[in-house]
């Protein structure tokens, strides 16, 4: 230990001898430290950790996939929900687990300090923090008996980070009474630090017992949700009992889930034998759901894994970098190493000193990438478009991400330092104490090191430029994209009076008086609403009868609806190509109409004309009443990646259930600028009545393209980095070769050599140092693209503009790096070289 504290205050004082060489070192190692700590905080907060609950390993989460008949209320596309009655059941009848528990994640509106605001609730059943094992901060949780009869438990558990945010961690507020949707009720007590929910990603605000649904949730029919089969909304986590393992309890499910699907069945409408036998083999899949579920933990997985793997990358060219610049510096000392060892130092004890001088500038360099991965961490989160997510996820440095930081630096201080200090001490001692200017030569071998370093800096680095040109190319051709809507001048938000309190003929007319108000202000073009916001990843589909199509067996009969206001395709540019639009008139207790796209056409009538033709909602047995009044164009609905879909739209003034409902304004102007006025009109509406995701429709597309342009924004950034990082490395040897060769070019200048020929002399070695690194990296890249492929749109793996862009760039870069050092060798004195040493 005393040994290790020498070496460590000798080092220390060896470095600050050369403060230019040690800054040069610990910034680049913090940058590559840095943005490895910062990609690594993100994925292990969405993909590595676990909840902070009881034993989390013990968790499943169960899954139920297969032939399903009724509608499906899915919070994320990671699992298929169970309906509340086949949830009781599991809950009851299995004996495998120790706690089954459900949720359904909603928006409501709550009453606090003297206005109405939107929050993110959670439906849970009785038993979930029982089963999750929490306890509160203050007051008690729910238990069984607050979740038993629909509508009598008007109880509120509180999370922490809305507790903290809207009462100041104020303990009185337990026993209060809070107005959620226009309900009164009462806060019982406040969920543990640090648990948001187990949807990750997401942050609760408030927890309502299962049986309020009909508060939470006043727009779904009755009888449709609670004890309804034919309804799959709830996420389901179990905890597994002492000793069973998944295995076990798969099996002894297998044997009741098969009994539950006999009950179920009959309240199904499946007519075909083939869908009943197919309904009747499905099986439940339980999942490790000690991570919890997440939508954001779906769609950000693999881009997390390919960004970590690139700024896996920049740190093996920063370590290439610092162990040039290392190698550079031992140069300097051959004659201090062969006075130790002459002195009787054995070549260990010079090689752990010289490791330490490399760890102690790693760590160093370690300790100040922490902070420059909590500010590229808080960037990153303050960039999400997910409004909870940074409240659920933080740029913080915990003690997991520090042991990273810290194993990462020491790894990497070995990394980049063994092998100088492996060759800074193969010495011939002789030879080097009597050679003064020993320290310049440093021998071939050190040399020939270094270009592999820089070789291998170029191939990294090429590697690094092509994914930016790919994934940057991919960006392009998304945004290239028509929507089949005109997004400019258009400004989008949302409203949800059903969760004020309003019925449904009140909905209705707020709608109406809303898009009426909003039409009459100044700088509004047109307006018009609908149900399913447009590039939010949202969508709905209900099976349909066609008059006149006979279906075949098992053939999807449920193209993708939308319940739109009158105006609604003139608002939003769509084409219409045929019939008319939506008007005031069709609403509630009219003719049902309906307006179809080009694909549903195609499909259904083979290009025949569709107009005063009818369908129905529903199987072969039901009414077809609903008549086409119109045809629009095919256009993007949910996101931009989606291929042409069958669609139906609805008017939604037909509708009964009007609850969360998107307005669209067209502008005269910039659509920034009628914001203001918008929220004026609904507040002199409704001043109760809360605006959300108010946005233009540029920016919503822009969000709706988050992680592909997070990506692509990361890996230029990375990629340019690296193509630094290695022009600097090429730069450093060009010169130390220039160095080297001093006396040659001084001779070859005095016997009459041109200056354009020592230039081109130089620059050779440079493009063959370049074009090997592209040889060998060029492969790289392809195998690259071919991981990253299923990333892309509109593109492949052999993307020929992103493999000679890359190319090019680092070429380039190459070149000016090379420049320079060639530059200087023609600027040498012949009879000052002659005299070099």
């Known amino acids: 230990m005393g040994n290790l504290i020498t070496d460590l205050r000798y080092a220390f004082r060896a470095l600050a001898k050369q403060p230019g060489f040690a800054l040069v070192v610990v910034i680049t190692l913090a940058l590559g430290i840095g ?63 120790s706690g089954v528990l459900a949720h359904f994640t909603a928006e409501v509106h709550v009453f606090v300090k003297g206005r109405t605001e939107a929050a993110n609730g959670d439906l849970v059943s009785g038993t979930f923090f029982d089963t999750l094992g929490l306890k509160p901060v203050v007051g008690r949780l729910f238990g069984p008996a607050d979740d038993r009869v629909p509508g009598a438990h008007p109880l509120v558990v509180l999370g922490h980070g809305y507790w903290t945010r809207r009462f100041a961690a104020d303990p009185g507020i337990v026993g209060q009474t809070l107005s959620l949707n226009n309900q009164p009720m009462t806060v019982i007590g406040v969920a543990p630090a640090g648990f948001h929910g187990v949807e990750v990603g997401e942050s609760v605000d408030l927890y309502v017992p299962l049986m309020m649904q009909a508060q939470v949730l006043p727009t779904w029919r009755t009888g449709r949700g609670l004890g309804d089969w034919r309804t799959r909304w709830l996420t389901v986590l179990a905890r597994l009992k002492p000793g069973v393992s998944p295995e076990q309890a798969k099996a002894r499910l297998d044997v009741l889930y098969r009994q539950l699907l006999d009950e179920d069945v009959a309240h199904s409408e499946i007519r075909s034998e083939r869908q009943r036998k197919a309904f009747l083999e499905k099986k439940l899949v339980l999942l490790p759901g000690g991570r919890g579920s997440s939508e954001l933990r779906a769609e950000a997985r693999t881009p997390l894994l390919v960004l970590m793997g690139m700024v896996g990358l920049v740190l093996l060219i920063a370590c290439a970098n610092v162990a040039n610049l290392l190698l550079a510096r031992a140069s300097t000392r051959h004659r201090e190493m062969a006075l130790r060892l002459a002195l009787g130092a054995s070549r260990g004890r010079l090689v752990r000193q010289l490791l330490v001088e490399s760890v102690a500038l790693s760590l160093v360099g370690g300790v100040l990438g922490i902070a420059v991965a909590v500010w590229t961490g808080g960037l990153l989160l303050r960039a999400l478009p997910f409004e909870q997510a940074p409240r659920a996820l933080s740029a913080d440095v915990d003690p997991r991400v520090a042991l990273f930081a810290f194993a990462l ?319 600097l490395g090429l730069y450093g040897v060009m010169s130390y070769a220039v160095s080297l060769r001093t006396r040659e070019i001084g001779i070859r200048v005095a016997l009459g050599a041109q200056r354009r020929t020592v230039l081109l002399m130089v620059l050779r070695e440079v493009a063959l140092l370049a074009l090997v690194g592209v040889a060998i990296g060029l492969p790289g890249g392809y195998g690259l693209g071919r991981i990253i492929e299923a990333q892309l749109f509109g593109l492949t793996a052999r993307d020929p503009l992103s493999f000679v862009a890359a190319t090019f760039t680092l070429l380039t870069a190459a070149f000016l790096a090379g420049y320079l050092p060639a530059a200087r060798a023609t600027r040498v004195d012949p009879m000052v070289a002659l005299r070099y040493e």
């Not at 994925?43 to 009724?70: C, H, K, Y």
């Open 409 to 727: 630096s020491l790894v990497t201080g070995l990394l980049f330092g063994l092998a100088p200090a492996w060759q800074s001490t193969r010495l011939e001692l002789a030879h080097t104490l009597k050679n003064e200017a020993g320290s310049l030569a440093g021998g071939p071998a050190h040399f020939h090191f270094r270009k592999v370093l820089v070789v291998a800096q170029v191939a990294l680095s090429l590697l690094l430029l092509i994914g930016c040109g790919l994934f940057t190319r991919s960006l392009a051709n998304l945004r290239a994209l028509n929507p089949g809507f005109e997004p400019d001048r258009l400004l989008a938000f949302s409203v949800d009076p059903s969760l004020n309190g309003y019925d449904a003929s009140r909905r209705a007319a707020l709608v109406q008086k809303l898009q009426d108000e909003i039409a009459a202000e100044p700088g509004t073009a047109a307006v018009s609403e609908c149900r399913e916001a447009l590039m939010t990843d949202s969508n709905s589909s209900s099976t349909i009868t066609v008059d006149g199509y006979v279906a075949k067996e098992d053939e999807n009969m449920n193209p993708n609806f939308n319940h739109v206001g009158p105006g609604f395709f003139a608002t939003l540019g769509i084409p219409l190509l045929a019939g008319r639009e939506f008007d005031a008139d069709d609403r509630s207790g009219t003719t049902k109409v309906a307006i179809v796209n080009e694909s549903f056409v195609r499909y259904y009538y083979r290009d025949k004309d569709p107009l005063g033709r009818h369908f129905g909602l529903g199987g072969p047995d039901d009414k077809a009443d609903i008549e086409i009044v119109g045809v629009v164009r095919d256009g993007k609905a949910a996101s931009l990646r989606e291929g042409p879909l069958r669609f139906v739209y609805i008017p939604l003034l037909q509708q009964n259930d009007i609850g969360f409902t998107t307005f669209y304004v067209r502008s005269r102007t910039a659509p920034e600028a009628l914001g203001a006025q918008v929220r004026q009109v609904v507040e002199r509406v409704d001043p109760t009545l809360p605006v959300t995701g108010m946005k233009t429709m540029r920016a919503q597309i822009g969000e709706s393209l988050f992680v592909e342009r997070m990506v692509a924004v990361l890996s230029a950034a990375f990629g340019l980095l690296a193509t630094l990082l290695a022009a």
């Open 35 to 97: 943005t490895n700590t910062a990609i690594f905080s993100l994925m292990d907060q969405l993909i590595l950790r676990l909840l902070p609950v009881a034993e989390p390993e013990r968790l499943v989460l169960v899954d139920a996939p297969g032939t399903f008949s009724g509608s499906t209320h899915n919070h994320s596309n990671t699992l298929t929900p169970l309906s509340h009655p086949m949830f009781e059941q599991l809950r009851d009848r299995n004996d495998v687990f």
